[in-house]
Nanobody, 123 residues
């Protein structure tokens, strides 16, 4: 079983930055890609960013391009989401997910999920 644990969420003001971390543990995960999703109250879970373990190819949602950066540390089995210039509309629970497939911006392409970390941005 693969476990994903997110950390780094919190309450910040508009324009501030946060860095989320996702630690992957459990049996060796020979997976192909990792993704960050978010879900705001009353809304569907949406793709934010994704990255491949090998090569580090990335994909971003249009709403976060230029503000968020996804990265990974293979030695630490950890994926990061650097979030800059945060906006109130970025408020959501952020989830880390792991996939045995290439990066895809859809929920059903991911095999394992973390419990989520709350990010709240005040105006």
């Amino acid at each position: 079983q693969v476990q994903l644990v997110e950390s780094g969420g919190g309450l910040v003001q508009a324009g501030d930055s946060l860095r989320l971390s996702c630690a992957v543990s459990g049996r060796a995960f020979g997976g192909y890609s990792m993704g960050w999703f978010r879900q705001a109250p009353g809304k569907e879970r949406e793709f934010v960013a994704g990255i491949t373990w090998i090569g580090g190819s990335t994909l971003y949602a249009d709403s976060v391009k230029g503000r968020f950066t996804i990265s990974r540390d293979n030695a630490k089995n950890t994926v990061y989401l650097q979030m800059d210039s945060l906006k109130p509309e970025d408020t959501a629970v952020y989830y880390c997910a792991a996939s045995y497939r290439v990066v895809r911006p859809t929920v059903n392409q991911y095999d394992y999920w973390g419990q989520g970390t709350q990010v709240s941005v005040s105006s």
